[in-house]
């Protein structure tokens, strides 16, 4: 039963792998996260009318916020659980399938990949006005002025910032959840539900302030093994990895958030870049700390490059962790 339940979890870490790196996430496909946003529009929708006072809005949004946060984490993993075990019980390659098809969801290699080469490909015609026009799709600044080495800049830092939350987190909870009965899909899908949650909530600035502060502090939480662990793979991928940490020692700690800002300088260290500075949101100038070493623009190969990163990185841990569990078990029988 053992030796099942050992080659189990790798066909499901490797099936997900395959998965997401063929096929991703079609636009038109239903998907896990869907359902979290309504879930989560919804509950804000309910609690912003039903806090009207300056003081009920601040003490009850915060409670709410909370509760929030954890009813969508814990309830992710147990829907996920549960559908998987159900799908089980009816046939064992059901809930295979199952659990391969909701781990692959929580992994956001190929839309990443396919986002960043959405906006490179009319950069590469000259066609600066649908590059902005597609790269607003993606992030949450104003795209409309940019120019191409701005263009350019976005898209690496969104490869970079996404890399941890969108790809190595939900990988990292995935191989911490194959060695727990629950399994890797629930755990990853916890994850997800905190990252997105993080992503649609946690603001500091209005109305956001009180009901998302708890989403933030749990996905910050979450999201700081993994991110580490993420920097120390780029920065031994890179060739340089005294160079890449002594920059992110030096860069990221002015970053406000704990865990993008080590990210984005990670790669920017690995590849002989810079990222920040000036950048624009709904009107609102923002200037974001300067981060690595401008030894080279940032071109479309460098945001290649990036992916490329994530790609290795990607299967530098699930071959270890195969590998590793595979040499355990052999200790074990032997």
């Known amino acids: 039963m053992t030796e099942l339940t050992d080659s189990y979890a790798a066909i499901v870490l490797m099936g ?6 063929w096929v991703g996430d079609p ?7 869907q359902g979290m946003g309504w879930l989560i529009r919804q509950y804000t929708d309910l609690m912003f009318q039903a806090t009207k006072s300056a003081t009920a809005s601040a003490i009850g949004l915060t409670g ?25 019980g009816l ?53 409309q002025n940019l120019q191409e080495p701005d263009i350019l800049r976005a898209v690496f830092e969104t490869v970079a910032e996404n890399s941890v939350d969108g790809i190595m987190g939900p990988l990292f909870y995935a191989l911490v959840g194959a060695a727990t009965p629950l399994g890797s899909a629930p755990l990853a899908l916890a994850y997800k539900a905190a990252s997105t949650l993080d992503s649609m909530v946690g603001y500091r600035e209005a109305p956001y302030t009180h009901i998302g502060w708890c989403s933030a502090k ?8 993994p991110c580490r662990l993420t920097v120390l793979t780029l920065a031994l991928l890179s060739g340089h990895p005294g160079r890449v940490i ?89």
């Open 16 to 21: 997900a792998a395959g998965l997401d790196f």
């Open 27 to 33: 636009w038109h496909w239903p998907h896990p996260v």
């Open 64 to 88: 709410a916020g909370i509760l929030l946060t954890i009813l969508l984490v814990v309830g992710s993993a147990a829907v996920g659980w549960g559908l998987i075990t159900l799908a089980r």
């Open 91 to 143: 046939h064992p390659g059901l809930g295979l399938g199952l659990e391969i098809i909701l781990l692959a969801s929580c992994l956001a290699g190929r839309s990443l990949r396919d986002a960043a080469e959405d906006v490179l490909a009319p950069l590469g015609a000259g066609d600066v006005p649908a590059a902005r026009q597609r790269l607003s799709r993606y992030v949450g600044r104003d795209t």
């Open 218 to 225: 749990v996905e910050d939480g979450l999201t700081w093994l």
């Open 246 to 334: 002594k920059r992110c020692r030096r860069d990221a700690v002015a970053d406000p958030s704990p865990n993008s800002g080590w990210s984005e300088c990670a790669y920017a260290a690995s590849l002989g870049v810079q990222v920040g500075g000036t950048n624009v949101y709904r009107g609102v100038v923002k200037v974001k700390p300067l981060m690595g070493d401008p030894v080279r623009p940032i071109t479309p190969e460098v945001v290649r490059a990036a992916l490329e990163l994530n790609r290795l990185s990607f299967l530098l841990w699930l071959g270890v962790s195969v590998c590793g569990w595979g040499l355990w078990k052999a200790l074990q029988l032997y």
